[in-house]
């Protein structure tokens, strides 16, 4: 006992000197995400019920998720460049001022037009604050706290992404009672997806206070990035190959376990609620304790380990049939898959030049969105004639090929230099081929 509590109180202040480094910018952008990581939250539980509730069917949920991301996916790279031509703290704004508009419209008009527009809009949005987040958090931490603050920032976003779903689980039937409504009808659902937006519009106003940062003239030429992109090809190909499996796994499953817990296991909205309050704050406690992992194991180590580890809980979860051990299963793998990707993302943006972090952050952001973008309709076709159980497997598959790109690319043990029979010379691989 004595040891651990030696431990924890270096680990303790350990945090409280890298939390210190922060600066002022980094903190006022924790603060919005702290608000609006919180009406996310209840957005992501409740928005797919309030579609259900309205008369439409699964199939109609699969498009709309795909549709999204399949925004997200097509703008990603403008937005790089617009992000690059406006700055961070623009960029921001925009991003957060346009995803509350698109809840606004389906709350107030809704129908199948607007549904769909208004994700578009929706993919957009967040497709321009993905891409901001990278880049703004790499140029306002030193190499002392960046990875702390990465991994802060996610791990935030969770803990309030608890608060959200806690809430979301009540509210409907809060505001029912209020409208003298069913807690899940359409109108109690509406109800609550507005009372969000006014909760969103609060965390703008930190972002107000984002003192810009300016790129050297050079590193802000139109084409610096580009001819980044055209040295550095085959690296950047690996650094985001792994993102692009785990995207299409995760679209396969991750957007429907709401659906999967009320239809499978026959659980109502509040336990439903409760289940992902605490699924967020195991995964920001996750979060939190993985930078001092990374400063112990290595950036890519961490991630491999704890990616590999969290599959067999996802087939558990999947395939468990009492629903208490696949809830047990869902918070150790949300823990355990989550907890590295700030990390990896910090280890991308480290090997990329100042100048191309914006395009490098957006072709991320697509290889993040393209599984979204696509997977969601098939799995809802799934659903539909097959159940779940398909779907849970294509994830596992492509998990596990994702967690061997990781470790074949960046952790394996590198072949040595050859030398020559004839003369002494060797031959050594080009650097890129080892990075």
Same mark, same amino acid.
């Given at each position: 006992? /004595? ?111 607007? +549904? ?195 599959? /067999? ?9 009492? +629903? ?90 590198? /072949? ?13 691989? /080009? ?5």
């Amino acid at each position: 006992m /004595p040891a651990f509590t030696s431990r924890l109180s270096t680990l303790l202040r350990l945090y409280a000197d890298r939390l210190a480094a922060f600066s002022l910018n980094a903190r006022l952008y924790l603060l919005s995400v702290v608000i609006s990581g919180a009406a996310m939250g209840v957005f992501r539980l409740l928005f797919n019920f309030y579609v259900l509730a309205l008369g439409y069917d699964e199939a109609l949920l699969g498009t709309l998720i795909a549709l999204s991301s399949l925004s997200a996916l097509l703008s990603a790279l403008p937005m790089g460049y617009l992000v690059d031509r406006l700055g961070h703290k623009p960029a921001l704004l925009l991003g957060s001022g346009l995803s509350g508009l698109a809840v606004v419209a389906m709350v107030l008009f809704p129908s199948v037009g607007v +549904f769909v527009s208004m994700n578009l809009l929706l993919g957009l949005a967040q497709s321009l604050s993905g891409v901001t987040m990278g880049p703004f958090l790499m140029e306002n931490s030193g190499e002392k706290e960046r990875t702390y603050l990465f991994s802060f920032t996610s791990g935030l976003q969770t803990v309030s992404g608890f608060i959200g779903n806690w809430v979301g689980g009540y509210l409907p039937t809060w505001l029912g009672v209020w409208r003298g409504v069913a807690p899940t009808s359409a109108t109690a659902y509406a109800l609550a997806l507005g009372a969000i937006v006014a909760a969103a519009a609060l965390g703008l106003l930190p972002l107000l206070f984002l003192r810009p940062l300016h790129l050297a003239r050079a590193e802000r030429s139109l084409f610096a990035p580009l001819s980044y992109l055209g040295r550095e090809f085959n690296t950047i190909g690996k650094l985001i190959l792994p993102t692009f499996l785990t995207s299409i796994g995760a679209g396969l499953i991750m957007p429907f376990m709401n659906v999967f817990y009320r239809q499978v296991h026959h659980q109502p909205d509040p336990v439903i609620g409760t289940l992902f309050a605490w699924g967020s704050l195991a995964m920001g406690l996750g979060l939190l304790i993985a930078p001092p992992l990374a400063d112990r194991w290595g950036k890519v180590p961490l991630v491999v380990v704890t990616q590999l580890l969290s599959i /067999p809980f996802l087939a558990l979860m999947g395939f468990a049939p009492w +629903f208490p051990l696949s809830a047990a299963a869902y918070y150790i793998r949300l823990t355990l898959m989550n907890m590295g990707l700030p990390v990896y993302q910090a280890f991308v943006m480290e090997r990329v030049e100042p100048g191309a972090r914006g395009t490098v952050a957006s072709l991320v952001s697509m290889a993040n969105n393209f599984g979204w973008a696509f997977s969601p309709t098939v799995s809802g076709w799934i659903q539909v004639h097959y159940g779940f159980a398909p779907a849970f497997l294509g994830t596992l598959v492509l998990y596990t090929l994702a967690v061997f790109c990781y470790w074949y690319y960046f952790w394996r043990p590198q /072949p040595q230099p050859t030398a020559l029979p004839a003369g002494g010379a060797t031959f050594q691989r /080009p650097a890129h081929l080892n990075k």
